[in-house]
């Protein structure tokens, strides 16, 4: 069953992504999430390289991942070294069933389209100002 899972997770999270390695994931924004999975006890922990000219570039980020009978959930937390003396938020939520997600804020979900899961490196023009990372 683990086995099924391990393959199922890694097809569903792009190729090239192996247990125990780092895994990228780029959000709407050019926000990339770089991470862990760890299977042993289903959780994921890495860093954000934020692209949304907030002060501190890299953020602390851990999360989770579950399958749903909806398909693969994934939560992941990122939380601003700065706290709240910067223009961005000190921490949000990205989460979802693959590859879709939503933005999570400590006031709720945000008025933000839900978004889906891009490989890291790809383009993006809109830096979000007001959206995303940043308040």
Same mark, same amino acid.
């Given at each position: ?8 997770? +890694? ?8 247990? #125990?390695?780092?895994?990228?994931? $780029?959000? $709407? &924004? ?12 289903? &959780?994921? /922990? ?18 989770? &991942?579950? $399958? ?14 700065? #706290?709240?003396?910067?223009? +961005?938020?000190?921490? &949000? ?10 933005? /999570? ?14 490989? +890291? ?15």
């Amino acid at each position: 069953m683990q086995t099924l899972f391990s393959l199922v997770f +890694c097809v569903a999270m792009g190729s090239g992504i192996v247990y #125990g390695q780092t895994a990228c994931l $780029q959000d $709407q &924004y050019g926000n990339q999430y770089d991470f862990t999975i760890d299977t042993t006890h289903g &959780y994921l /922990y890495g860093t954000v390289s934020n692209a949304q000219s907030c002060p501190a570039s890299t953020w602390s980020l851990t999360g989770s &991942y579950v $399958q749903t009978t909806s398909g693969l959930g994934i939560e992941l937390t990122a939380a601003n070294p700065n #706290g709240t003396s910067d223009p +961005c938020f000190p921490i &949000y939520t990205l989460k979802g069933i693959w590859p879709n997600f939503d933005w /999570y804020y400590a006031f709720g979900i945000s008025t933000i389209p839900q978004a889906r899961w891009v490989a +890291c490196g790809t383009p993006t023009s809109d830096k979000a100002t007001g959206k995303g990372a940043r308040k």
